[in-house]
């Protein structure tokens, strides 16, 4: 049973324009949510995290928004660049005091920004 | 400082052979793990290691070994195996208990036939 649903595989957005990717999770010990971005042939990198304390946590062109009681995050990138292209991934931990037991990973989004 | 680091990049192996996957971090990180993402799927835990001296299973275990040699290094093995662990392992790190965000190696993509 997948516990951080990422339902879009795909997301195609013009240059310049709002990109919005979706998470959803079910298990409601998870109080930590991250954001990876991933190129082909290289590892993940960090790129935007919030604890569940908060609703919202900018860094940027990023935004990540958490909507507890509906069990959903989504990630903002404005404006859009051509170097956004990749997969994103959102993630979860469930433990206070820090991750030291893993990461829980949603199947990722993979956005295209197109010209 | 090199970051995480993973030997070897590529690896084809035939059904039954054994391997070890090395991983070492030069940022004195407590905390190491062993992912490995298949296609359409999110990366899935196999082993951790919390701190030098302890490892524990993630939510894929089975089939795999690891080893936390040290503090900078955790080597992941496989006995036996199976064309079923075909995959792309990424080996990971945070600096201490109370970090959530993982630095990642660029990660050994394993064929076994």
């Known amino acids: 049973d997948q516990q951080v649903k990422q339902n879009s595989p795909s997301l195609s957005v013009q240059e310049g324009r709002i990109s919005i990717l979706n998470c959803d999770y079910t298990?409601?010990?998870?109080?930590?949510f991250l954001w990876y971005k991933k190129y082909p042939a290289e590892g993940p990198t960090f790129l935007i995290s919030?604890?569940?304390?908060?609703d919202k946590n900018e860094d940027g062109r990023f935004t990540v928004f958490l909507n507890k009681s509906a069990k959903h995050l989504s990630l903002h990138i404005v404006p859009s660049q051509p170097g956004d292209s990749a997969v994103y991934f959102c993630?979860?931990?469930?433990?206070?005091?820090?991750?030291?037991?893993?990461?829980?990973f949603g199947k990722g989004t993979h956005l295209i920004i197109q010209p | 400082n090199a970051g995480v680091t993973q030997t070897p990049k590529f690896q084809v192996l035939k059904t039954g052979q054994s391997m070890t996957l090395q991983c070492a971090q030069d940022?004195?990180?407590?905390?190491m793990y062993w992912y490995r993402q298949d296609p359409g799927m999110g990366l899935r835990l196999i082993y951790y290691s919390a701190s030098e001296g302890t490892t524990d299973k993630g939510e894929v275990p089975n089939g795999y070994n690891v080893s936390r040699l040290n503090k900078r290094e955790f080597s992941l093995r496989l006995e036996s195996a199976a064309p079923s662990q075909t995959s792309v392992y990424f080996c990971a790190s945070v600096p201490g208990l109370t970090a959530y965000e993982q630095y990642f190696g660029p990660g050994t993509r394993l064929t076994v036939t």
């Open positions: 919030i604890s569940s304390i908060k």
């Open positions: 298990n409601s010990m998870f109080d930590y």
């Open positions: 993630a979860a931990s469930g433990y206070s005091g820090g991750g030291a037991d893993g990461l829980t």
């Open positions: 940022m004195n990180h407590n905390s």
